[in-house]
Nanobody
C-alpha cells in the first residue's frame, strides 16, 4: 500500500488561498485525488488527476477556484485553493491506488485503497 502524507493546511479568511501538498512513498503512474470531510458529513471528492497526462477532474463546487497539479519528480500532488469559502472547511485527504474498475474521476471513497492522514483547512467568514 502506498504511503501518502499531506501538508499545507491551515486557517484563512474567506477569499484567501492555500496550497495543499501530498507526497507519495513511491511513484504513482495512474490517478491521485483529493477528498475532504467536514464534521458530521461524509467524505466527498474534490479533484483528481491522471499522473501521466495531468488530465484533471473537479467537482462542480470547486471548479474555477481549485487547481490540481502534480510533480512526478517529487512524487507529489498539489491542490491550489483560491477564493476559499467557509463551506470549504474540512479535513482534506489525498488518495491513490484506484481500483481497476474505477475511472480517475471516480468520487466513491471505496474505489480508492490508499489514503493519507489528512490536513485541516479552516475558512472563517
Amino acid at each position: 500500500q502506498v504511503h501518502l502524507v499531506e501538508s499545507g493546511g491551515g486557517s484563512v479568511e474567506a477569499g484567501g488561498s492555500l496550497r495543499l501538498s501530498c507526497t507519495a512513498s513511491e511513484y504513482i503512474s495512474s490517478c491521485m485525488a483529493w477528498f475532504r470531510q467536514a464534521p458530521g458529513k461524509e467524505r466527498e471528492g474534490v479533484a483528481a488527476i491522471y499522473i501521466r497526462s495531468a488530465s484533471a477532474y473537479y467537482v462542480d463546487s470547486v471548479k474555477g477556484r481549485f487547481i490540481i497539479s502534480r510533480d512526478t519528480a517529487k512524487r507529489a500532488m498539489y491542490l491550489q485553493m483560491n477564493g476559499l469559502k467557509p463551506e470549504d472547511t474540512a479535513m482534506y485527504y489525498c488518495a491513490t491506488d484506484l481500483l481497476a474498475s474505477g475511472s480517475c474521476g471516480t468520487w466513491s471513497t471505496t474505489a480508492w485503497r490508499s489514503w493519507g492522514q489528512g490536513t485541516q483547512v479552516t475558512v472563517s467568514s
